[in-house]
């Protein structure tokens, strides 16, 4: 069953009225506890239920972030230590991550090592991992497009290698985005720490949560109240995130064409789907052998091009080359 046609299902059968919930997800091969998050969130909204019944296919955006621990080790020294694989006493694991479905107006969700602890029957939070792994492979196998800051070099690596340990499979195909590979690719801002970048980017003053290195050490010692703080440190990370995925995504010329998951023929911005443009009076893009008329987009900015070149093939055939 493909990621999308089981909440279809789900959907249809929590209206007939006839089905529990339990066994709903037993008929769509997904957890309980993942169905009855997802049919929570539109019982009480008939009209959002019809609209996920008959869709216009709109993407499905994870905005995500993980928060994982150190690594317990044996050193002689910290300055340029080059640490043997056989003095570490544990590898990292992850404490917990948060996600959103962008543009679908629910809240900021988590979950972390000491989440549902005790239904595991286990001696500590971080052998809880695999839950929190399967979770997460859940939603990212959901997702269309993955957005998370420092996505490529961090949280994409950091997830698969769990979900190999795991032996899970790869995930469904998705695109990424990287804010943070937008900015270094476009921008001198001073810093491209993603704090920063929220401030400078917004008239919001309130960014990232502070945090010191002790919160970390508690989290790894199964202290609950610093498994929480990580929690909420994460959700908030996702609030500020999403403030600077808005504000750079109209700059990022290898975004993945969001326009492709609507089943209507309308013209839309390929970065946010959106059908408000505009053309650019007086103005083309020029390629090496022809021209093409330009739109932007009135939600993200986006420049985009038209695929149908304004030139006539008697001007493209007078056309010459550089050698």
């Avoid at 007939?16 to 998050?37: C, F, H, L, Y």
């Avoid at 400078?200 to 290195?213: A, P, W």
């Avoid at 064409?257 to 209507?264: G, K, P, R, S």
């Amino acid at each position: 069953m493909s990621k999308k046609q089981w909440k279809k299902d789900a959907l249809a059968m929590m209206i007939e009225g006839d089905t529990s919930w339990r066994q709903i997800a037993i008929n769509v091969g997904k957890p309980k506890s993942t169905v009855s998050d997802y049919l929570r969130k539109f019982k009480d909204d008939p009209e959002f239920i019809q609209e996920v019944i008959t869709p216009e296919n709109k993407p499905k955006i994870l905005l995500y972030d993980l928060e994982t621990s150190m690594i317990l080790c044996y050193t002689w020294g910290i300055w340029q230590a080059n640490i043997n694989t056989q003095a570490i006493l544990e590898d990292w694991s992850i404490i917990c991550f948060a996600w959103q479905w962008y543009g679908e107006g629910g809240e900021v969700q988590s979950c972390s090592v000491h989440d549902e602890f005790d239904k595991h029957h286990v001696q500590r939070f971080r052998d809880n991992e695999r839950y929190l792994v399967e979770r997460l492979w859940e939603l990212v196998d959901e997702a269309d497009v993955l957005v998370a800051y420092n996505l490529k070099r961090f949280d994409k690596k950091k997830m698969n290698a769990k979900f190999l340990e795991y032996k899970l499979p790869p995930p469904s195909p998705y695109k990424v985005v990287d804010p943070l590979v937008i900015c270094k690719s476009n921008f001198a801002i001073t810093s491209n720490k993603m704090d920063y970048v929220s401030k400078y980017v917004s008239d919001v003053e309130e960014g990232k949560i502070g945090t010191n290195l002790q919160l970390w050490l508690d989290s790894m010692s199964d202290d609950e109240d610093a498994l929480d703080e990580m929690a909420r440190y994460c959700r908030n990370d996702i609030a500020v995130l999403s403030r600077v995925y808005e504000a750079v995504r109209g700059w990022d010329n290898k975004s993945p064409n969001l326009a492709l998951h609507y089943t209507d023929e309308k013209i839309r911005c390929n970065s946010c789907g959106s059908t408000d443009l505009e053309e650019i009076p007086n103005k083309s893009h020029h390629t090496t052998l022809s021209s093409f008329d330009i739109l932007r987009c009135r939600n993200c900015g986006k420049v985009l091009r038209k695929r149908k070149t304004t030139l006539s093939k008697e001007k493209r055939e007078s056309l010459l080359m550089n050698t």
